[in-house]
């Protein structure tokens, strides 16, 4: 059991990506049948924003601001003053996930941009490291790494279906009514 719980806290943005599944999944089963596609992607995206976006820049926080020495070490990194920095940009990452569960499609598209193009950076900074200082730590090369573009990669995919399914329901009201 220790093994599972250090597996799915090692690599927390895939964890909260299954539970964000999980979840959707058991919001839809709640709700009366048939779904239509508004409402699967409402339910994908709303828990997509607060487990991805939300609880794991919320856990990413925590990790970089109050236990920074365990999360560099597991990058693969020397503690350094911006483990500080990176808690407090994850911080407000979090909030605005929080925030974009139930928000407009607005807030929704800030809390994709700006946490991908961190992820995305992150990304890049990970490929930097493993061609030139070799470091192929988990937190710098495992999970973490493809997690830090599939996140940006699946965020702005629901956010497009989302954007393109709220203009047809303005085009046609009746047809993707929720009932």
């Not at 991805?52 to 990194?77: L, P, V």
Request: proline share 4%; net charge positive; with cysteine.
């Amino acid at each position: 059991m220790n093994t599972f719980i250090r597996l799915l806290l090692e690599n927390f943005s895939l964890s909260f990506l299954i539970l964000g599944l999980i979840v959707s999944a058991i919001s839809l089963w709640r709700r009366k049948r048939p779904w239509n596609a508004p409402q699967i992607i409402e339910a994908l995206f709303a828990y997509f924003l607060f487990f991805s976006m939300g609880c794991s820049f919320f856990y990413n926080f925590i990790m970089h601001s109050f236990f920074g020495e365990t999360a560099a070490r597991y990058i693969g990194w020397e503690q350094s003053p911006f483990q500080f920095e990176v808690g407090t940009a994850s911080l407000g990452y979090a909030v605005v996930g929080f925030l974009a569960f139930h928000g407009s499609l607005g807030m929704r598209a800030a809390a994709v941009v700006g946490p991908s193009m961190f992820l995305l950076g992150a990304a890049g900074g990970h490929i930097y490291q493993m061609i030139t200082a070799h470091n192929f730590a988990p937190g710098n090369a495992g999970i973490i790494f493809y997690t830090d573009i599939l996140i940006p990669i699946i965020g702005f995919l629901l956010l497009g279906l989302q954007y393109r399914y709220s203009q047809v329901a303005q085009s046609s009201p009746q047809r993707y009514t929720s009932s």
